[in-house]
């Protein structure tokens, strides 16, 4: 029993400088604040040593130790706060980011916002002064359609917030389907008047593969695509809708012979409410895009566009969802 | 015309709103009581015992929402449209669940509410409750479970889309009523657009292949030629 207790504390005598620097390190990495001053820290690690030597004479074992103790938490202490370092400038361009596209966002709106409004309260002067009926009549159609413009763009603004809130139907998707739905319904609105739009559907070797996905969501992607290019198009230019599958994805296109998007436009086009330098005079909210890139992403695809304003002119809109 | 002296209660506290329906609705020859919070919306209902109450669902002091279901715990029975707030796609299903008799979205155009209060009014029969409130729609041997969200035709389920099942269910409270595609895409989808008909169109194909309903002969829905849809069969509520 005598014998066992001397050995232990032999054991103890032995290790203590070891003991007392470990708990000096550990009390520097837990009460020490954040990015303590390198000296600090080995300076802990040196008071460390010297009351681990005061106490026992195995000085170069305490100093070894110390030394590593020391060296190891700081290496430690320096790789972490390179990695928080990193992700804090990867967050604030994050939030630099984001808040940008708010203020773009918001200037937009403002803009979008002002001029129905400043026509309503024109229209709405006019309807309390005018005399002739003529003129009251004029009036409350201006004032109707300003505020058919802006509830235009509410319903667009609702939609997007819409799609971020809820969840989408996952049912299968005939493609040919929905297209000649889509195709069908522009040919019906007033903008196809003595326009053409073409259908192509590969038919061989195989029916065209069914989709995952949102049919009601698909439909109002590709019908914007369309709406656009006819918004975007003069009656001499044709509109092609066409789907093509490659064995992994399904890509939907819409095509026009336009006269094209400025290459300083193209990478913005899908921001919300912003308006090319050939779109400022055109109808709309300024959404749609907008909305067809949230609907491919939701349904894990993406949304392309390539355009060309020297000849052969002309704006392809490309949607690719993953095949079922 | 016994119907456009009915007494309406309007509970909205957005008085560039309530001020310009009221007068409004009252030319169209109904007597309307305006209030703008659930508090007392809730006590004038029991006061003027109103023939229809629109309640907005964004109020001070008590929402829409709470004031209708206080109204039903009282048993109050009232028709009632609720006025949604934009972009909250949940409140058309919780307006459904909580037993109001029709909905509308804001912004609306005062005739499309016109035409609701008095198709609500129609419908409506004093002191009863109305299908929008009852949990289990029975017509002949269709079912339609609204907490369960299932419909059964003789006794056996009916596989649906969500939304198929949730054009059923608007029909079904709506019986006899024609409904125009863009007041299903409303109530439904929660928007409009103009391919969406074509949507509506689409659904209405399932929910007749699941129905077996012949359109040429319907048993329950009947296409009306350039207006819309209209459930025929006769509904009745439970629970």
Redesign the interface.
Known sequence: MRRLSRKWLRYAKLTLPMWVGLLLAGLAWFLIPFAPPTLTTIDIGIFGLVIGLSIRNTALVAFLLGFFITGGILLVRYWDKRRVDEAHTLYADYVEDAQQKRRHFLRRLDHEIKNPLTGLRAALVNLQEAQAVDERRQAGQNADKAVERL?RL??D???L??LD??PI?R?AVNVPDLLD??V???RA?PAHQGRSISLLIPKIPSPFPMLTGD??LL??AV?NLV?NALKFTSVNDSVEVRALEDGRAIVIEVADSGAGIASDDMSKIFEELYRGSNARSTEGSGLGLALVNRIAILHGGGCGARSSQAEPRGTVFSLRLPRR | MSIDRSTILLADDDPTIADSLAPFLERAGFHVLVVSDGVTALEKAQAHHPELIILDVLMPRMDGRETLRRLRKLNIWTPTILLTKVGEASERALALEEGADDYLNKPFDPHELLARIRAVLRRARPGERSLSSAWLLTASELVLDRRARRATLSGETIELTPKALAVLEYLMTHPDEAISRERLLDAVWGWEYPAGTRTVDTRMAELRRALDDDPSEPRFIETIPSEGYRFIASVYGEG
């Open positions: 509830t509410l319903t603004l609702r939609k917030a819409d809130e809820r139907e049912y739905d889509v069908d319904a522009a609105t049919r009601d439909v109002l019908y709406e």
